[in-house]
């Protein structure tokens, strides 16, 4: 599975955009490159994915470089309940529900 | 439309012994895969169930199994319970082929192996 490099943790202000970067020098073409995020005593939730195109949905927004060796995920406006471990995955598309998962990036929103 | 329901949400248990953990998927949903998440790590894949067989299965010994009913609700047991086992045992229900891939888990099962 190709892996997938996401810094341990990073902070924010509350009401300020957040940019959580992601690595995955290795992605093959038919990757997809999905985000998850996991609250505290949570299962992990869906935020977003993309292919090529940058993508936007309610929670967040994809932007996700021109050779797809690298993403971004925006958090446009941080929030407390934002407060989450950030999951940057490469889909298995072999095995649809296969997600190989980091450790991720805490993301620490203050006020 | 209900979300995915897990259960017990913790449990004990002593090495040797068997356990089995119950998931119920999210309406419309015909996956259901199973995750082990270690405290300080990220959920790692077991296995999927689809029209009630295995169908993709992660680094896990065979005493690790499960099932998967007509209501595409699904259990994970696992035999000869060892210290490591101790975990967050995450259940997420998807629909094959859906083009988002988009899972959804529940909220978990922690298991404490003494």
């Known amino acids: 599975d190709a892996k997938t490099t996401q810094p341990n943790s990073m902070e924010s202000n509350e009401e300020e955009p957040v940019h959580l970067p992601c690595n995955h020098s290795?992605?093959?073409?038919?990757?997809?490159i999905h985000w998850y995020r996991q609250l505290p005593s949570q299962g992990p939730e869906y935020v977003i994915h993309?292919?090529?195109s940058n993508v936007n949905n309610r929670m967040a927004s994809l932007a996700i470089a021109e050779d797809r060796k690298s993403s971004t995920l925006i958090l446009h406006r941080a929030t407390l309940r934002d407060a989450a471990v950030y999951y940057c995955?490469?889909?298995?598309?072999?095995?649809?529900?296969?997600?190989?998962f980091g450790t991720g990036t805490r993301l620490q929103v203050t006020l | 439309e209900t979300g995915v329901t897990q259960s017990p949400t913790h449990l004990i248990k002593t090495r040797g012994q068997q356990v089995t953990l119950r998931c119920s998927s999210q309406?419309?949903?015909?996956?259901v895969s199973w995750y082990q998440q270690a405290l300080g790590q990220g959920p790692q894949f077991i296995f999927q169930?689809?029209?009630?067989?295995?169908?993709g299965r992660g680094n896990f010994p065979p005493r690790f199994s499960g099932l998967q009913f007509p209501n595409y609700s699904s259990e994970l047991n696992v035999n000869a319970l060892e210290l490591d086992d101790s975990a967050l045992y995450l259940c997420?229900?998807?629909?094959?082929?859906?083009?988002?891939?988009?899972?959804?888990f529940g909220e978990g099962s922690r298991l404490t192996v003494l």
């Open positions: 997420a229900s998807s629909r094959q082929g859906a083009n988002t891939g988009e899972l959804f």
């Open positions: 290795t992605i093959s073409g038919t990757d997809y």
């Open positions: 993309g292919l090529t």
């Open positions: 995955i490469l889909r298995d598309t072999g095995t649809a529900s296969k997600l190989t």
């Open positions: 309406s419309g949903h015909n996956t």
């Open positions: 169930y689809y029209r009630e067989e295995e169908n």
